[in-house]
C-alpha cells in the first residue's frame, strides 16, 4: 500500500495571544514620541501605525526576530530597485510577492525605511492567532509523568477501531501547522513519557518529529499538544510541523511544502485577521491546490461562535469627515449624538455594549473590495473604512477609540480596534462604522474576537481559511458533551457558526453573485488532556484540558489517517461522504450552521467503505432514561455492577450496508451462546432485558451475539461475542 502522508496546522482560540494596534485612541500621551516618530504621525507617512508604534517602544503583535520586524513593502516604481535599496539599509530574506515583496527589516532602521525613495507604503506583517479557546502554561509540582490520553480518542470511538481493527495510523505521516513545536524546549519530555513519538518513546513508536519549520522563540508550541492528540489517535503516524507564525505569505507557502513532504492530510488551527472574509485568501488557495492533488486538509473553525455582525453598507447620510467618513447605519433603532474634536455634533446609528473593567474589545472589520492577500498582481481596494468606538468624555459622548489603516494603501480591506477598560466601572461604548473614502461595499463584517459583550443582532463569524471549499471544517464539543460520556451531544458555545458570509470576489479581484459554503463541515472533541498545554484542569484529573476548536481539528485529522490506513488513499469526496453521512446528527435535522453534519463516529466511517455488511457496534441503554450504558464490541467485558438490580436493558445494533450499499433489514441477536430472539425489523433498538425475564435479575456471565440479515435469504456476515456481568447487590 502506497504510504499516506497526514499533516497538521494549529487552530486554537486562545485569549491575549492576539493584539490589535491599528487604531488611534484618546486621550493619548505624545510627550514621549520623538520627532521622528511625530513626523511619521502623518497621511503621508510611508509606515502602517504599527511600525510607527514600534519605533516608540509600544507593544505590538508582530514577530520580532533577532532584532528583525517582517514587512509587507509597496514600490513607488520599480519593485527591484525597492529590493536593492531596502538590503541597504539592513533588510533580509526578501522576497518577491507580485506588486510587493515580503522583507525582514531591523527595527533600529525603520526610520531610515521610511526615506526610501523607491519605498510607496510598508505595513507591518501581524502573526496570526491561534483556536484555542483560552491557554495558560500548565505547570505544577503535582502534575503526574507517564502517558497522558485525550479523552476525545474515546469520544470519537477511535479507541476501539485501533483495539478491534488494529488501525494505528502506521505509515501515514500526519504534519501539524501551528505556533512552535518545542520553543518551550520540553519535547524531549513528552517523548519520553510516551505522549509524543521518537528515539526514546517507551512504547516503541519511535519516528521522531519532522520540524520543517520551527517557531519564533517563548511561543506556546501549542503546535506540540496538537501532535499529542494525534499521536493518541494514531500512534503509528508519523508527525511534521512547520510554524505559521510568520505571516499569511508563509503560511500558504508551509502548506506547500507538507504537501510536497508526503502530507496525505494537512491539518492546522492557526488564523490571521487580515485574511480576506469576502474573497477566498492565498491560504484558501493553497488549501484548493493541495487537495486538487489529493491532500485531506482539515482546519479549526474558529471560537468565536456568533459574535458578529454582516450586512450591505447602508449611508446614513451622516458624514464625520477626517478618519471617520460616512456613517452605516445598522437599521436597529439606536441613534446618539457624537461630538468631535473641532466641536462639530452628528447624530449617528450605532450599536451600545457594555465594556467590564478589564475587558478589551477586539473588533475586525471587513468588507468586499479586492485583496493583495488574494491577488498579489490585482488591484486595490477601493475603500478605506473606520470601525470606531464611541464613549463618555468630559460629559459627552466622543470617540475614544478608531481605526487608521489607509485600506487603499495597504492593500488589505481589514482594520481593527482594540479598546481596553482599565477602570473599576463598567463602560457604556458604542460601535459606529464609517466610510472614509470610496465605493459603498456589498457586503461589511466584524467580529468581535475577544470576550463577548453583548451586542446584538448576532452573525455567524467563521470566516477566512475556515470557509475554503478545501477544508475540512471542525467545530467543537466538549468531550464530556458526548454519548460516550453519557450525555447528550451539544456545541461548545465558542464554536464559529458559518452561513452569514458569501464569496462576493473571485480569487482575481473580480465581483461574482454570493456563495455561501456549507461550514463548519463536521464536529470533533474539544476540552481533551494533553501533557502540558490547557487551560486549567477543567475535570480534576492531574492534567490541563485543551479547548477550543484548535483541539477538535486534531483529533478528527487523525481519525480520517485511520481510515487511510485501512483502504489506501482516497478521494476527499469519498473521505467526505465516510466521515459526513456516518456523523451523529446535532441541532436540526441534517446539516445546519452550527454542527455541520454532526459529530465525528470513526468507527462507523471506517465500516462505511467496508466491502461487505456487518454489525460494528452494539450499545446498550437503559430502557427508562434511554441513556447509553455501555459500548459493546467483539471481546469485551461488560460490567453492569453499577446499575440498579433491576435495570431494564435495551440493545442497539449499528449496522453499515457496505459499499456496495447491500440493503440490511434485520439483525439476528443471541444470549448466553443460543438464540434469545430474532427480529426483521426496521427498528435498530431491541429489548434485551425485560422485567419479566428471569435473566435479567440473576448474576453471572453472558454472550450477546449478533448477525446480518438481508432480504430473500439468512446471511451470516459476522458474529460477536461478548461478556456480560449482571451481578446482585
Known amino acids: 500500500m502506497k504510504k499516506i502522508a497526514v499533516c497538521a496546522a494549529l487552530f486554537c482560540t486562545a485569549t491575549n495571544l492576539f493584539a490589535f494596534d491599528d487604531q488611534d485612541s484618546v486621550p493619548k500621551n505624545k510627550n514621549t514620541e520623538s520627532a521622528v516618530v511625530k513626523s511619521l504621525r502623518s497621511e503621508s507617512s510611508k509606515l502602517d501605525s504599527r511600525l510607527i508604534k514600534l519605533m516608540s517602544g509600544d507593544q505590538v503583535s508582530v514577530v520580532i526576530v533577532n532584532g528583525k520586524v517582517q514587512v509587507r513593502a509597496f514600490p513607488a516604481g520599480d519593485i527591484g530597485v525597492l529590493v536593492s535599496e531596502l538590503r541597504e539599509v539592513g533588510a533580509t530574506k526578501t522576497k518577491i510577492r507580485g506588486k510587493y515583496l515580503t522583507s525582514w527589516v531591523p527595527v533600529s532602521k525603520l526610520g531610515?525605511?521610511?526615506?526610501?525613495?523607491?519605498?510607496?507604503?510598508?505595513?507591518?506583517?501581524?502573526?496570526?492567532?491561534?483556536?484555542?479557546?483560552?491557554?495558560?502554561?500548565?505547570?505544577?509540582?503535582?502534575?503526574?509523568?507517564?502517558?497522558?490520553?485525550?479523552?476525545?480518542?474515546?469520544?470519537?470511538?477511535?479507541?476501539?477501531?485501533?483495539?478491534?481493527?488494529?488501525?494505528?495510523?502506521?505509515?501515514?505521516?500526519?504534519?501539524?501547522?501551528?505556533?512552535?513545536?518545542?520553543?518551550?524546549?520540553?519535547?524531549?519530555?513528552?517523548?519520553?513519557?510516551?505522549?509524543?513519538?521518537?528515539?526514546?518513546?517507551?512504547?516503541?513508536?519511535?519516528?521522531?518529529?519532522?520540524?520543517?519549520?520551527?517557531?519564533?522563540?517563548?511561543?506556546?508550541?501549542?503546535?506540540?499538544?496538537?501532535?499529542e492528540i494525534i499521536h493518541d489517535v494514531a500512534p503509528d503516524a508519523e508527525i511534521y510541523f512547520y510554524s505559521a507564525r510568520y505571516g499569511l505569505e508563509d503560511f500558504a507557502d508551509g502548506i506547500r511544502q507538507l504537501a510536497a513532504a508526503g502530507c496525505d492530510i494537512i491539518v492546522d488551527d492557526w488564523f490571521y485577521f487580515a485574511e480576506p472574509a469576502f474573497q477566498d485568501g492565498i491560504i484558501n488557495q493553497a488549501i484548493d491546490e493541495v487537495t486538487e492533488n489529493g491532500v485531506l486538509y482539515f482546519t479549526a473553525a474558529g471560537n468565536f461562535g456568533n459574535n458578529a455582525y454582516d450586512s450591505p453598507f447602508v449611508d446614513s447620510g451622516v458624514d464625520m469627515g477626517g478618519e471617520f467618513g460616512r456613517m452605516h447605519d445598522f437599521q436597529n433603532g439606536h441613534q446618539e449624538t457624537v461630538t468631535l474634536f473641532d466641536g462639530s455634533e452628528h447624530t449617528i446609528s450605532s450599536i451600545p455594549i457594555v465594556l467590564q473593567p478589564g475587558d478589551t474589545t477586539g473588533l475586525y472589520l471587513y468588507w468586499d473590495d479586492p485583496s493583495i492577500l488574494a491577488n498579489a498582481n490585482g488591484d486595490f481596494p477601493d475603500g478605506d473604512m473606520s470601525i470606531i468606538l464611541i464613549g463618555d468624555r468630559n460629559g459627552k459622548r466622543m470617540p475614544v477609540s478608531w481605526s487608521v489603516i489607509d485600506n487603499t494603501r495597504s492593500g488589505v480591506p481589514a482594520e481593527s480596534n482594540s479598546y481596553q477598560n482599565q477602570t473599576n466601572q463598567p463602560l457604556n461604548l458604542s460601535i459606529a462604522i464609517g466610510l472614509v473614502r470610496g465605493n459603498a461595499p456589498r457586503g461589511i463584517k466584524f467580529i468581535n474576537f475577544a470576550k463577548n459583550f453583548g451586542f446584538a443582532p448576532f452573525s455567524g463569524a467563521l470566516v477566512g481559511h475556515a470557509n475554503a471549499e478545501g477544508a475540512f471544517t471542525i467545530g467543537s464539543v466538549n468531550y464530556w458533551n458526548t454519548p460516550q460520556f453519557g450525555n447528550q451531544l451539544r456545541a461548545a458555545g465558542y464554536s464559529s457558526v458559518g452561513g452569514a458570509?458569501?464569496?462576493?470576489?473571485?480569487?482575481?479581484?473580480?465581483?461574482?453573485?454570493?456563495?455561501?459554503?456549507?461550514?463548519?463541515?463536521?464536529?470533533?472533541?474539544?476540552?481533551?488532556?494533553?501533557?502540558?498545554?490547557?487551560?486549567?484542569?477543567?475535570?480534576?484529573?492531574?492534567?490541563?484540558?485543551?479547548?477550543?476548536?484548535?483541539?477538535a481539528a486534531p483529533h478528527v485529522a487523525a481519525?480520517?489517517?485511520?481510515?487511510?490506513?485501512?483502504?489506501?488513499?482516497?478521494?476527499?469526496?469519498?473521505?467526505?461522504?465516510?466521515?459526513?453521512?456516518?456523523?451523529?446528527?446535532?441541532?436540526?435535522?441534517?446539516?445546519?450552521?452550527?454542527?455541520?453534519?454532526?459529530?465525528?463516529?470513526?468507527?462507523?466511517?471506517?465500516?462505511?467503505?467496508?466491502?461487505?455488511?456487518?454489525?460494528?457496534?452494539?450499545?446498550?441503554?437503559?430502557?427508562?432514561?434511554?441513556?447509553?450504558?455501555?459500548?459493546?464490541?467483539?471481546?469485551?467485558?461488560?460490567?453492569?455492577?453499577?446499575?440498579?438490580?433491576?435495570?431494564?436493558?435495551?440493545?442497539?445494533?449499528?449496522?453499515?450496508?457496505?459499499?456496495?450499499?447491500?440493503?440490511?433489514?434485520?439483525?439476528?441477536?443471541?444470549?448466553?451462546?443460543?438464540?434469545?430472539?430474532?427480529?426483521?425489523?426496521?427498528?435498530?433498538?431491541?429489548?434485551?432485558?425485560?422485567?419479566?425475564?428471569?435473566?435479567?435479575?440473576?448474576?453471572?456471565?453472558?454472550?450477546?451475539?449478533?448477525?446480518?440479515?438481508?432480504?430473500?435469504?439468512?446471511?451470516?456476515?459476522?458474529f460477536y461475542s461478548f461478556s456480560f456481568v449482571k451481578n446482585e447487590k
Open 559 to 718: 481519525a480520517a489517517a485511520l481510515i487511510l490506513e485501512k483502504y489506501g488513499p482516497l478521494s476527499r469526496e469519498t473521505v467526505w461522504n465516510a466521515l459526513t453521512t456516518t456523523a451523529l446528527d446535532m441541532g436540526s435535522d441534517g446539516f445546519d450552521f452550527s454542527t455541520g453534519h454532526g459529530f465525528v463516529q470513526i468507527d462507523a466511517a471506517v465500516a462505511s467503505l467496508d466491502d461487505k455488511p456487518s454489525v460494528y457496534r452494539l450499545e446498550l441503554f437503559d430502557q427508562t432514561s434511554g441513556n447509553l450504558i455501555q459500548t459493546l464490541f467483539d471481546g469485551d467485558d461488560i460490567d453492569l455492577t453499577s446499575q440498579s438490580k433491576d435495570i431494564n436493558v435495551n440493545v442497539r445494533a449499528l449496522v453499515n450496508n457496505g459499499k456496495n450499499n447491500d440493503s440490511v433489514n434485520g439483525v439476528r441477536l443471541g444470549i448466553s451462546g443460543s438464540e434469545y430472539f430474532y427480529r426483521f425489523d426496521s427498528s435498530p433498538t431491541y429489548t434485551l432485558f425485560e422485567d419479566s425475564d428471569e435473566v435479567g435479575l440473576l448474576s453471572g456471565n453472558y454472550f450477546l451475539t449478533s448477525k446480518l440479515s438481508v432480504p430473500g435469504v439468512y446471511t451470516p456476515f459476522d
Open 501 to 551: 458570509t458569501p464569496i462576493l470576489l473571485d480569487p482575481t479581484g473580480n465581483p461574482t453573485a454570493p456563495i455561501f459554503r456549507n461550514k463548519p463541515d463536521l464536529m470533533g472533541p474539544d476540552f481533551a488532556n494533553t501533557s502540558f498545554f490547557g487551560n486549567g484542569d477543567a475535570d480534576n484529573d492531574g492534567f490541563p484540558n485543551f479547548d477550543g476548536t484548535s483541539a
Open 112 to 227: 531610515h525605511v521610511a526615506k526610501v525613495d523607491s519605498l510607496k507604503y510598508a505595513t507591518a506583517i501581524d502573526s496570526g492567532s491561534g483556536n484555542a479557546q483560552s491557554w495558560k502554561r500548565y505547570i505544577t509540582s503535582q502534575q503526574p509523568t507517564g502517558k497522558v490520553v485525550s479523552q476525545g480518542d474515546r469520544a470519537m470511538l477511535a479507541d476501539n477501531v485501533r483495539k478491534h481493527l488494529g488501525l494505528t495510523g502506521k505509515g501515514i505521516k500526519i504534519g501539524i501547522v501551528s505556533d512552535s513545536f518545542n520553543s518551550l524546549g520540553n519535547a524531549e519530555k513528552s517523548v519520553k513519557d510516551g505522549d509524543l513519538p521518537g528515539l526514546n518513546n517507551p512504547n516503541g513508536y519511535t519516528l521522531p518529529v519532522n520540524v520543517l519549520k520551527e517557531g519564533p522563540s517563548n511561543n506556546n508550541d501549542e503546535g506540540r499538544a496538537m501532535a
